[in-house]
Every structure is written in C-alpha cells, then in structure tokens.
C-alpha cells in the first residue's frame, strides 16, 4: 500500500511539473509598487506570456499566493488570489514537496481568469539555500 501510495505521489508531481503554457477560450504587501526582484521572481514562476496580462497588484497578489502555495498549501488544495480593483483572480495547486539533491521541489499549476480567458502554466519550483522559490528547469 506504501508503494501505491509513493508511486501516485511521484506521478502527481511529474503531471503537475510540466513546464508549458495554456490558454482556453473562456476561461499582500499592500501597496501596487511591486519591486522589480519580485516581478523577476514572479515571471519566473508564472512565466512572463501571463505576467504581462497582469497589472502590478494581480502580480503582488499572484506571487504573494504562489509562494504560500508553495510553502504552505497542502498537496492538490488551491489556493486563491482575487484582485477586486482589475477583476482578475487566479488558483495555484501545489503537488506534494520532495527532494532533488537536497533541494525541497514542488510542481505546480497556477490558472489566471484574465479577461473571460483562463491561462494555466505548470512548473516546477526549488527552494533555494536563501529561503526564495525559483523555477526549476
């Protein structure tokens, strides 16, 4: 049963950890000034084709939520983020952490309504020595 277990992990993890991008037809710190390391960081993870369809508070709000997704969401939870002012929301579902060379990784999926469209990018991130996710691959 282990084994099962371990085995549907593995494939949840390499489903989610994709790297591509998506589009379907119908788909905080406080404050807009985001500092340019966190829309680096956030275009890193989120990739920047949607990032650009984002204003300053959707990529606050975005990256704020991918972050506590990826620290703190429970494998296959979403978790939300809406931006009441632009009407753009968005999920992340983190698949379960494990290890590469000593490295906590996580795949990820992270869907933004933009528009009436829904854009889904997949990744996978690692936490750094220095506490920051980044884009593994």
Known sequence: MND???ALLLTAALALG???VTTSA???RGGANVPQSSNTAFNSLIGSKIGASLDDQDRELAY???????ENGAPG????WRNPQSGRHGNIVAGPAY???GATCRGYSHTV????DLRTTRGTACRKPDGNWVAAG
């Open 4 to 6: 099962l277990r371990v």
């Open 18 to 20: 994709g790297c591509d």
């Open 26 to 28: 119908n788909a905080s």
């Open 64 to 70: 704020d939520a991918q972050i506590d997704a990826l």
């Open 77 to 80: 939870a979403p978790v939300p």
């Open 99 to 101: 290890d590469i060379r």
């Open 113 to 116: 309504a933009i528009g009436g």
